[in-house]
């Protein structure tokens, strides 16, 4: 059974620090990797998908990278900013006909100005 | 921008009654599903849905779940005889394709009383 786990599970920086969050996947089987941002009580905002035959994938500042062999992903967020205080979830995708995700609890991240 | 849309945002309902929640992917979308997020817990896989009948289903959607695609625009979860613990947040995605990104609705809270 895929297991997803991310740490930290709270970070806190001052605004303009670039910072690093990770995510981990026990099955490496997977088809792709999806990066959510969660504001509170709202929906799942899609910021970034790797398809597992990909090494990284860029949007803007953020940055995520993909090593399906050692189950890891790094999301990446240059020069942070107050309004990127959020929640940042790690879904990983299953593969065959199952496109089911298997999400982390989420790293909750405030960016102080 | 096209998005996923779900009504109603907030369900309050009695314990033992149906409950039917709504959503309308994204149009030209053909993968369908639901997840629910109980309350500081992780978003979790409950369905998907791809030519008009369900791919998977997690071990959560017992009998007392169903969905259907009534027409060409809607996609319906209906819980039967609600519990206690059915009470969560539940959200609706669509994929154009199976490996592609899933786009997220923004809700609806489901509170059973």
């Known amino acids: 059974k895929q297991e997803v786990t991310q740490i930290p599970a709270a970070l806190s920086v001052p605004e303009g620090e670039n910072l690093v969050l990770n995510c981990s996947f026990t099955d490496s089987a997977i088809y792709n990797l999806q990066w959510f941002r969660q504001d509170p009580g709202k929906g799942l905002t899609s910021l970034l998908l790797?398809?597992?035959?990909?090494r990284e994938q860029t949007s803007g500042r953020l940055n995520a990278s993909l090593d399906k062999s050692s189950g890891r992903s790094t999301l990446y967020i240059a020069a942070s900013q107050p309004g990127d205080s959020a929640t940042y979830l790690c879904a990983v995708g299953g593969g065959g006909s199952n496109y089911k995700l298997t999400f982390g609890k989420g790293t909750l991240l405030t960016v102080n100005p | 921008e096209p998005e996923v849309t779900q009504t109603p945002s907030h369900q309050v309902t009695q314990m033992g009654q149906e409950v039917i929640l709504r959503c309308v992917p994204i149009s030209n979308h053909l993968y369908f599903y639901w997840y629910r997020q109980i309350l500081g817990q992780k978003v979790e896989f409950l369905v998907s849905f791809y030519n008009n009948e369900i791919s998977e289903k997690s071990e959560i959607f017992d009998d007392q779940f169903s969905v259907e695609r009534p027409d060409g625009s809607n996609f319906t979860l209906k819980i039967r005889s609600t519990k206690l613990e059915d009470s969560a947040m539940y959200f609706c995605?669509?994929?154009?394709?199976?490996?592609?990104?899933?786009?997220f609705g923004p809700g609806t809270r489901l509170t059973v009383l």
């Open positions: 995605a669509s994929s154009g394709t199976g490996g592609d990104t899933q786009y």
């Open positions: 790797i398809q597992s035959s990909q």
